[in-house]
């Protein structure tokens, strides 16, 4: 990190290993340019996340007390809070994308991520182009979908026609091969639940209707028809190579009438 002397005030960068430059905000006043060597000290240079999380949120907390005091500007108070996010918000990203690199995920942790991304973002002190926003912004996508997946691994779709197994199983897929979601080995296990219950619910529907046509077989005027019928039912639910003892026995009183 290097502070540069610009008319008066002290504007913060530092260098990629890309030799990128990142131009941080600009220190405005002495108490300003106090939190700012304090917030590259605690919270830049700390190692370790927790820590740095810890110390982001007392500097955070003694900044709004100076705000609750009166003793400091509106301005003063969000040039301040401008140098705790920018540099608390890339190790928080960091510590996100490294947790959805790994194979195990909780849901409380992930909302915690999601919860501090989003508090980041509502200080309102980061460029719409930085590439901050666009880091926490993901952070928050990926908990959202992580949200919505989890939501769908625990359902148990109605499907009364191929097609709709056939959709749930794109949907499963989808879910299954996105980044970094195809990471967690839990998700991607219930989410093959989520179609073996689909596969089970067709092939109850698809057995209701067979015993329901050999039900109308003793007095039919037509019974090639319903077998017909029933065959078209059985053959759609075999396409899916799932045999299930019910349809059977539904198709064979079918076919033995």
Not at 175 to 182: F, H, N, T
């Amino acid at each position: 990190m290097i502070a540069v002397a610009a008319i008066g005030f002290v504007v913060w960068h530092f260098v990629n290993k890309d030799d990128t430059v990142i131009v941080g905000p600009t220190a405005k006043t002495e108490y300003v340019k106090q939190v700012a060597d304090r917030a590259e000290r605690v919270i830049d240079k700390v190692g370790d996340y927790n820590q740095a999380k810890l110390n982001f949120t007392d500097l955070e907390n003694e900044i709004m007390a100076e705000k609750a005091n009166g003793t400091r500007s509106a301005d003063e108070i969000k040039n301040a809070q401008e140098f705790i996010v920018f540099y608390f918000a890339p190790k928080h990203i960091k510590r996100a994308n490294e947790y959805f690199a790994g194979h195990v995920w909780s849901t409380e942790e992930v909302t915690e991520f999601k919860k501090m991304a989003q508090h980041l973002l509502d200080f309102n002190v980061i460029e719409d182009s930085a590439a901050n926003r666009a880091g926490l912004n993901k952070v928050i996508t990926v908990a959202n979908r992580y949200a919505e997946a989890r939501a769908f691994a625990s359902s148990s779709p109605r499907c009364g026609s191929k097609a709709d197994v056939v959709a749930v199983k794109r949907k499963i897929d989808t879910y299954k091969s996105e980044d970094p979601l195809r990471n967690c080995d839990q998700l991607r296990s219930d989410l093959d639940g989520v179609y073996n219950r689909a596969i089970n619910n067709y092939a109850a529907s698809v057995a209701s209707q067979l015993n329901g046509i050999a039900n109308q077989m003793p007095t039919a005027d037509d019974p090639g028809a319903l077998r017909t019928r029933a065959e078209s039912i059985y053959r759609e639910f075999a396409s899916l190579g799932r045999p299930n003892n019910a349809v059977s026995a539904a198709y064979n009183r079918v076919k033995n009438y």
